[in-house]
């Protein structure tokens, strides 16, 4: 579209989006539809910037890939935005700028999180835009079980065991030994992450560090 590396007028990612726009030759009149991966903001009462709610397991914001925040103002010509990467749905301003949310929790800091869905959208005339939230129920829940090892392992029936398991041993062990996530797993077959509690008195230590010598030694499916 003519952008050139050179252009002294881009010094924000505002200034690039305005350019881009000028260039896009977008007709204001007609129904228009952005897709992007990109963030967002917007200047609330207090002209403090409002960034996007992060569900804790999307990496940095308002940085990634590369690509930093543009202004929500800027935005006015499309009657619908559909943007990425943030797993929590919501809008951004409008209800028509929106990110649709991961359709499943990937981590546990999502294990809380409710409200999975696919938006359906439908634009009739220009400015004129339907949004429909059709909820998500997956087959298998992420859910976190906590406590000494032979207490998981005889507790499970007690659990679902067909979710999705984060495992939180309460064990005081001095290293993380591949053969508990084996004994784990043959009761929860779908063991996601298995990790040792940190105790405060170890301080920086969190006491699930391998060392060379177990490394070396271990099978290396295991070790995958």
Known sequence: ?????DDKTVKTPDDAFKLVMEKSDVNREERNILICHQFVIRRNAEGLDEL???AGSEGSIPVVGGLDCISLSLLEPFDYVA???IHKPQ???RESVRYCGSPLKYSQSELDESGKSITVVSVNNKSDVDIELIELVPKRDVIRIK???KELIAEAPKTKRDDYIIATLTDQLDSYIPAIRKALKDVYPHLAHVM???KAERGNDSGSSLSIEEIENMDIDILF
């Not at 579209?1 to 590396?5: A, E, F, I, T, V």
């Open 1 to 5: 579209m003519g952008l050139s590396k």
């Open 91 to 93: 809008h951004i301003g």
């Open 52 to 54: 996007p709610k992060s």
């Open 196 to 198: 040792i509690e940190e």
């Open 147 to 149: 406590g000494p090892f």
């Open 83 to 85: 943007m990425g990467h």
